[in-house]
């Protein structure tokens, strides 16, 4: 028996979110479909599935015959954004979110699944907690503005490491370029795979601050899930999103002093809890089952059954 045609695209090299959702995930259902990737017209196949960016309205005509799964991944900035491709949307059979915040904007134009990321940039797991390394952050330039001002807000109780996709960083003009104030404990340097997963080794916590557009507002979980499982004690924004799934999956998060945070002091003894031995141990512990959960084959697994729901090959819900 034949098994179901699948597309993937549009193909957009140099996007971490097409390599994630698209390449990697693409090639782990190969067991299961015909997969094929797209980076203009998609091909005709049974299923489609749109990473990031949707077709243009004129392709609409050409997927009459297809099922059209869409994965929005950070592509819109409001909601008035995702109002404005209602035409596209409403011939969606799912649509898979990777933040429940964005449901009830889905949610009116076709079925919304949520699914994770698997876990891409994770250390194995450490059999020890680090107690005297450096705190580490991971995130493009662009999110970088909240971060600067948080730093520059508080005296930090351990030196920092800004891992950054900045093609100056490495040297003292990228901290100045950054906004950063003389003296702060900072060091900026240029990210890879190998050396986030190195740096992830080393480091006795991470943290991660979200700013308060709405991309920001609704983000993934993934580099908090990253840094769970690879033993990481994390401290998140009360407010992200992040923080909100994770409380959703039984998991408390060390809490980053932020807004309410007035003094030096009130900062440390909001660090008390990210830098126990207690909390090392409860996030190794809740890393080690995120690293089994949500890895790329249990993800993919997870993909197949959507998609064959999609086709009428089984039951249309995750859930």
Not at 31 to 60: C, E, G, H, N, S
Not at 161 to 178: C, M, P, Q, Y
Not at 227 to 246: E, Q, R, T
Request: proline share 8%; with cysteine; charged share 25%.
């Amino acid at each position: 028996m034949r098994r179901p045609t699948v597309a993937f695209g549009p193909v957009r090299d140099g996007f971490g979110s097409w390599e994630w959702v698209g390449v990697e995930l693409a090639e782990a259902l190969s067991p299961y479909f015909d997969v094929t990737m797209f980076r203009d017209d998609p091909p005709k196949t049974q299923a489609a599935v749109f990473v990031k960016f949707p077709p243009p309205t004129d392709w609409l005509p050409r997927l009459e015959s297809t099922r059209i799964i869409y994965c929005p991944v950070d592509f819109f900035g409001s909601a008035k954004e995702i109002d404005q491709y209602s035409e596209f949307l409403a011939c969606c059979s799912a649509i898979i979110i990777h933040s429940h915040r964005l449901r009830k904007y889905f949610r009116p134009y076709a079925p919304v699944e949520y699914l994770d990321h698997h876990i891409r940039f994770a250390t194995p797991n450490r059999r020890r907690s680090v107690t005297d390394g450096p705190l580490l952050y991971v995130g493009v330039t662009s999110n970088l503005p909240p971060v600067v001002e948080w730093i520059n807000r508080f005296s930090l109780p351990r030196d920092l490491i800004l891992l950054t996709n900045h093609t100056e960083a490495g040297d003292e003009a990228s901290v100045k370029r950054f906004g950063i104030s003389q003296g702060k404990r900072v060091q900026v340097l240029r990210w890879s795979p190998s050396l986030q997963i190195q740096l992830q080794g080393e480091c006795s916590a991470a943290i991660d601050i979200r700013g308060s557009d709405f991309r920001a507002r609704h983000k993934p979980p993934t580099k908090a899930m990253d840094f769970l499982a690879s033993g990481i004690p994390v401290a998140l924004s009360a407010s992200s999103s992040m923080a909100d799934h994770l409380r959703f999956m039984g998991f408390e998060p060390a809490i980053l002093p932020g807004s309410d945070a007035v003094s030096d002091s009130a900062l440390i003894r909001g660090f008390d809890r990210l830098f126990s031995a207690e909390y090392a141990s409860e996030a190794g512990r809740f890393g080690a089952a995120i690293a089994e959960l949500n890895s790329l084959p249990r993800i993919a697994l997870r993909m197949r059954r959507l998609i064959d729901g999609v086709l009428g090959g089984g039951t249309d819900r995750l859930l």
